[in-house]
């Protein structure tokens, strides 16, 4: 059965690989490299599971765990190519557009320095892991998609997010199980990641809550990622359902519907808490005083629900995480304590590969590693961490003039997401080395981008039109 499940997914993964590859190398369409990232990031791991599983080939495995970067890398050189006058390409540098290029030059520069006790290897393959998002904002920030192009980028978000129910729907009531425990997940980490399996079902500890009660992932990584993702896809139902003609917007209530179903199959605290920030968020900035409505009658709902009708394990859960008496909350301030200590002790960091849970960061050299903005601050020091914020508050602040200004439709659908989500993460931020969440870290930052580039435009037929 496994070795069915890798012909499957073998075929899958190569035919949409040389579909982008021909695509982008014959056609001169770079930017259609989004289409397969999208596709392909969120089975990334349970493909990698799989491929392990069913062939125990390094090599083998090696092609998948590289194709991600390499389509990133062929869009690249593609749109080199293809430009030839590329040191006449015209381009009007933004405020991201700089704080991006200075965060990722001071990232290339602790890659030379002598920094830390991480081999030159692994400071490499951490750089890697900052340098790809910052390719693909790039690409994006160079992308003009016309609106048939636009939309297959939100029907492949539809579809994961609705994809990703039903299969949660299958591991509680069919499987009565994780899909993990027969993808070959364990197998995998422990002989690649060098990670042992703890907890209760034979994966590791994020799999379930402190009341030994299962937390979902779908086909994610772990049920973080998961439910960091499915934020991306509520925000993408959200804006369409509100942009569109009432009589096709069943299918963007079911997706909306479909993400809250998984947020509560993952179990997420931080990312439960953060839907209901990114709903404010999104009510206050865009004037939907009536979503503010409706997500504090949710949450009063779910009060009452702990209150009176949750089970006493569910009730005491929710209780040691509002007063940090469970041992992941105490986890994440240790952490976050030990990140602060080396920050205040080397406020230019320690080096690269020296914090977070990346797997090029070896657990005895790692300090700190659950709060994205620490693990930076860290390695880089104060300015790298500061310089990561300001990117990040740059690209939610020209996104929104974006929503604001444009008077294209689809390219103010961007936006809204790309804000949208950036803020929804802030709170996984805090809680978990969330720029690993491929999926909806990668295409966010593609969002960021597209939005820069038609603030770009805005700003130049504002000029002309003076």
Request: hydrophobic share 55%.
């Amino acid at each position: 059965m496994p070795l069915i499940f890798f012909i499957l997914i073998a075929l899958a993964v190569s035919t949409g690989f040389l579909w982008t590859v021909q695509a982008m190398v014959f056609k001169g369409k770079w930017s259609y490299f989004i289409y397969f990232l999208a596709l392909f990031l969120p089975f990334y791991i349970t493909t990698l599971s799989v491929v392990f599983l069913a062939t125990a080939s390094p090599l083998l495995l090696g092609f998948f765990q590289i194709i991600k970067e390499l389509t990133v890398l062929i869009a690249v050189a593609v749109f080199v190519f293809y430009q030839r006058k590329i040191f006449e390409y015209p381009i009007r540098l933004q405020s991201t557009d700089w704080l991006m290029m200075g965060f990722l030059g001071l990232a290339a520069l602790y890659l030379f320095l002598p920094l830390g006790e991480s081999s030159f290897l692994n400071k490499a393959l951490y750089f890697k892991s900052m340098l790809i998002p910052g390719l693909v904002y790039f690409l994006g920030r160079n992308t003009t998609f016309d609106g048939i192009e636009i939309k297959r980028v939100f029907q492949i978000v539809f579809g994961i997010a609705i994809a990703a129910f039903l299969v949660n729907v299958l591991e509680s009531f069919v499987l009565d199980a994780h899909l993990q425990q027969f993808t070959g997940y364990a197998l995998y980490n422990h002989v690649i990641n060098d990670i042992d399996t703890t907890g209760n079902f034979g994966l590791t500890w994020t799999f379930e809550t402190p009341a030994v009660t299962k937390r979902l992932a779908s086909f994610f990584s772990d049920p973080l990622e998961m439910a960091s993702s499915v934020l991306m896809g509520f925000s993408a139902g959200l804006i369409w359902f509100l942009t569109s003609k009432k009589e096709g917007n069943w299918l963007y209530v079911v997706v909306m519907i479909c993400s809250l179903g998984s947020l509560m199959f993952s179990a997420s605290r931080a990312a439960f808490v953060a839907f209901f920030v990114m709903i404010f968020f999104l009510a206050l900035v865009f004037g939907l005083y009536k979503l503010i409505a409706a997500g504090f009658l949710s949450l009063l709902a779910f009060v009452v629900y702990v209150l009176f009708f949750a089970s006493d394990d569910f009730y005491f859960f929710v209780l040691d995480t509002l007063t940090f008496e469970s041992t992941s909350s105490v986890g994440h301030v240790v952490e976050w304590v030990l990140a602060l200590d080396s920050m205040v002790g080397n406020p230019l960091g320690i080096g690269l590969a020296m914090s977070g849970n990346s797997g090029s960061v070896s657990e005895e050299l790692r300090v700190g590693g659950e709060n994205q903005f620490l693990i930076y601050g860290v390695q880089l020091g104060w300015l790298g961490m500061i310089l990561y914020i300001l990117t990040l508050a740059s690209g939610v602040i020209l996104s929104l003039r974006v929503f604001y200004r444009t008077q294209n439709l689809m390219a103010a659908r961007i936006a809204f997401v790309a804000a949208a989500v950036k803020v929804g993460l802030l709170l996984p931020l805090f809680t978990a080395n969330a720029e690993m969440y491929t999926y909806v870290a990668w295409l966010t930052w593609w969002m960021v981008g597209y939005s820069v580039n038609e603030y770009s435009r805005l700003n130049i037929q504002s000029i002309k039109t003076d």
